[in-house]
T-cell receptor
Framework: KAGVTQTPRYLIKTRGQQVTLSCSPI?????VSWYQQTPGQGLQFLFE???????NKGNFPGRFSGRQFSNSRSEMNVSTLELGDSALYLC????????????FGEGSRLTVL | AQSVTQLGSHVSVSEGALVLLRCNYS??????LFWYVQYPNQGLQLLLK??????LVKGINGFEAEFKKSETSFHLTKPSAHMSDAAEYFC????????????????FGSGTQLTVLP
């Protein structure tokens, strides 16, 4: 059973640009969550999508957005990049059960110059 | 709202020694608790989780954790450390549906970097 796949694994952008990250969940999983990981702030919840609907959003500015497609694949977008957006962005999928395990991808490491 | 506190951002143990990583949580509802491990340049892997039932939870790679409601703790232990255990460990609590809108949202602790000395 294939795991969670995130693309690209590494990318470098400059301030002001935008970026789109992709996540393919485990087959059959309908919930996709995104987390930002930085040395200073640790792991912070960005948002969760379930059956194409955003169920919850963390405390991030509107420059951070996401969507989920009918096949459960998800994308997140960050516009007008800032230096502080440099981070590892992790995607996690789950079957949707309360208390169920989140399966994480290897992440997309974004560097903003 | 939930929160998680991991005591000790860095822990060093000798190979073969006991591993003890501390986690305390705050939750307004009965929590679901998790321990994840992260190796360099990788995502997070679930070690074990507590939902309901038995308070001593066994996970992968010989790790276990005990849920103590009276102490609001969920410490992670392993009787004998192995070099391959060197990694960063995260304790997490699941979201309170009524306050966050999603019981699947995890709140993570700040992590504990485990070093295993030969």
């Amino acid at each position: 059973k294939a795991g969670v796949t995130q693309t690209p694994r590494y990318l470098i952008k400059t301030r002001g640009q935008q970026v789109t990250l992709s996540c393919s969940p485990i087959s059959g999983h309908r919930s996709v969550s995104w987390y930002q990981q930085t040395p200073g702030q640790g792991l912070q919840f960005l948002f969760e999508y379930f059956s194409e609907t955003q169920r919850n959003k963390g405390n991030f500015p509107g420059r951070f957005s996401g969507r989920q497609f009918s096949n459960s694949r998800s994308e997140m977008n960050v516009s007008t990049l800032e230096l502080g957006d440099s981070a590892l962005y992790l995607c996690a999928s789950s079957g949707g059960a309360i208390g169920g395990e989140l399966f994480f991808g290897e992440g997309s490491r974004l560097t903003v110059l | 709202a939930q929160s998680v506190t991991q005591l000790g951002s860095h822990v060093s143990v000798s190979e073969g020694a006991l591993v003890l990583l501390r986690c305390n949580y705050s939750s307004s509802v009965p929590p679901y608790l998790f321990w994840y491990v992260q190796y360099p340049n990788q995502g997070l892997q679930l070690l074990l989780k507590y939902t309901t039932g038995a308070t001593l939870v066994k996970g992968i790679n010989g790790f276990e954790a005990e849920f103590k409601k009276s102490e609001t703790s969920f410490h992670l232990t392993k009787p004998s450390a192995h070099m391959s255990d060197a990694a960063e460990y995260f304790c997490a609590v699941s979201g309170d549906f009524f306050s966050s809108g999603s019981a699947r949202q995890l709140t993570f602790g700040s992590g504990t970097q485990l070093t295993v000395l030969p």
